[in-house]
């Protein structure tokens, strides 16, 4: 599963936010940042001109991790008028976390004069969230009056790529369109204009030029020389004055037409939301970089970014892509829909490489569908699903289908295990519902929407007339059972052998593990015991270090 940053709400969990119980820690509080209620919000958002939410939970691990870097961000920006960072704690404030959809924990949005505007989607720190405050504090254009003002925003480094319009105020029909895509796209890219045609030929532009500026800063090991080393590259737009033209413009030319994916750079390539062409590179076998390398223009035609990643840094990753021994390890990642194509033992030149491209561009190669061996058995009380069994035995139009999404590294999935089991068991007799589980890490589900897994454990009850339906309820055998009979297409008797309710009331709107979403994964399960605690954390950082 890639991992990308463009967290996506579009699924309908409506989750359980009952937490009255739950008491915020006394040191929560930081100095700058604003804590809002149910009953505060409105007025302090309709009184400030920006203001950025963070939607946590006490208990949430990421919450915790990001904390520091939110409160230094709010720091940074305290002496700006009608900025304002505030924080809103979603498992109490039930009105707020429902009427903004939040799904997990932290999920930032920005919320001018009253009114949403947009979701952050950037990196957890303070700088990325700073620069983001300030994209939207300045306006869609900055106006500069010289060559030098606009060399000083390049070289200043902040901005990695820069629209500049050398548009004088006879260029009606471009200024307009120049315009209308800054207000679009300038929560992402800086849009700079430049009137006056004096200065166009110091600052490298001609007259009615629209181009993309994309500023690298390398860093200097030379200590006499403090000052990082900042270089630009600049691409002119010569398309049609379309949105959609612009905007894949910008995004293509943003990045290096073959460039290194990395801790650094991982961000910028998934936010592109555009194919990328991976050479899973290794000093002893530079076959893939070579040929990727190779092809990186011409891909670039069919609007595929080409890019490689040091397979050292990163040594389970040719097992999660579904990559197989002596093939070449290149891919095309699919950040928009969370899939990706494996080259596999097609032959390795050039023109196979593009054709592989277009066919992925044009939809006539099929995704990669990771899986596990199907089990010889599958007579337990909760089968299992794997990738190629998934349409078999999860998509039925004769029964009702109970699944769980997990991980065998998942605490929480643990602590629910025999719970479900239990679920099995009690329904064993139901001929009409199948109690089901499938590993998420080692099976990818189809390609679709409700069957994108966003934390862990999650669980679903495909219907036999096609819906899908999340759970969001307790975790609790009895609670999943109750889930099942209410919402089974085809009606059925509740055994007369019902579990007793059990005392744990954390729902499927707090205890997942990370490992499937976006910026907006939830943390850690409400208020488990210090054992358990201390063990999830461990998992959860051994986890994500194996992925880093």
Not at 242 to 264: H, T
Not at 373 to 397: C, H, M, Q, W, Y
Request: glycine share 6%; with cysteine; hydrophobic share 40%.
């Amino acid at each position: 599963h890639d991992h990308d940053h463009d967290h996506d709400h579009d699924h309908d969990h409506d989750h359980d936010h009952d937490h009255d119980h739950q008491q915020e820690p006394e040191d929560w509080e930081d100095e700058h940042v604003t804590t809002l209620t149910d009953d505060t919000f409105q007025e302090f958002a309709l009184s400030n001109t920006l203001v950025v939410v963070e939607f946590y939970a006490p208990w949430c691990y990421h919450c915790q991790m990001f904390r520091e870097q939110y409160a230094e961000a709010a720091a940074q920006l305290k002496d700006l008028p009608h900025v304002k960072l505030t924080k809103v704690d979603a498992t109490v404030n039930n009105a707020l976390a429902q009427a903004f959809e939040i799904q997990g924990f932290p999920t930032i949005k920005l919320l001018k004069e009253g009114q949403f505007i947009a979701d952050y989607e950037g990196d957890r720190t303070a700088e990325a969230l700073v620069k983001f405050v300030k994209r939207h504090l300045r306006g869609p254009i900055t106006e500069v009056a010289t060559a030098a003002d606009l060399k000083q925003i390049l070289n200043s480094g902040e901005e990695s790529s820069v629209v500049v319009g050398f548009l004088p105020s006879t260029s009606t029909t471009k200024r307009a369109f120049f315009e209308s895509t800054a207000e679009a796209l300038s929560a992402s890219t800086m849009f700079v204009l430049l009137a006056d045609q004096n200065e166009f030929e110091a600052a490298g532009g001609q007259a009615d030029d629209i181009s993309l500026f994309v500023v690298s800063v390398e860093e200097t090991d030379d200590l006499e020389e403090a000052e990082p080393k900042v270089t630009t590259n600049k691409v002119v737009y010569s398309g049609d004055l379309e949105l959609s033209k612009f905007d894949l413009f910008v995004r293509i030319n943003s990045l290096p037409v073959f460039g290194q994916m990395g801790a650094e750079t991982f961000t910028q390539y998934a936010n592109s939301k555009l194919p990328v062409l991976l050479a899973l590179h290794a000093t002893s076998d530079p076959r893939a970089f070579d040929l990727v390398k190779e092809v990186a223009s011409a891909a670039r035609e069919f609007g595929v970014l080409s890019a490689y990643i040091d397979v050292t840094s990163f040594a389970e990753l040719t097992a999660e892509l579904g990559l197989k021994e002596g093939q070449l390890p290149i891919v095309v990642l699919d950040y928009s829909n969370e899939q990706h194509f494996v080259f596999g033992d097609r032959e390795g030149t050039s023109e196979v490489l593009l054709a592989f491209v277009k066919g992925v561009v044009e939809g006539s190669i099929g995704p990669h569908r990771k899986s596990e061996e199907a089990p010889e058995s599958n007579d337990g009380p909760v089968k299992i699903v794997v990738g190629t069994t998934f349409e078999e035995l999860a998509i039925r139009d004769d029964k009702d289908v109970l699944l769980e999404f997990y991980a065998p590294w998942c605490g929480h999935c643990k602590m629910l295990e025999p719970k479900y089991v239990q679920v099995g068991l009690t329904l064993a007799s139901v001929s009409s519902l199948v109690v089901a589980k499938m590993d998420i890490t080692a099976n990818d589900p189809p390609a679709r929407p409700e069957f994108q897994v966003e934390g862990i454990p999650t669980i679903i009850l495909i219907r036999a007339d096609g819906k899908v339906v999340p759970y969001a309820g307790k975790r609790t055998a009895r609670a999943i059972i109750e889930f099942a009979h209410q919402s089974a297409s085809i009606p059925f008797e509740l055994p007369a052998n019902l579990p007793e309710e059990d005392d744990d009331d954390s729902g499927f709107g707090e205890g997942f593990d990370e490992g499937f979403g976006g910026f907006g994964e939830p943390g850690l399960e409400a208020e488990p015991d210090q054992e358990q605690l201390n063990e999830l954390f461990d998992e959860q950082i051994h986890h994500e270090h194996e992925e880093l």
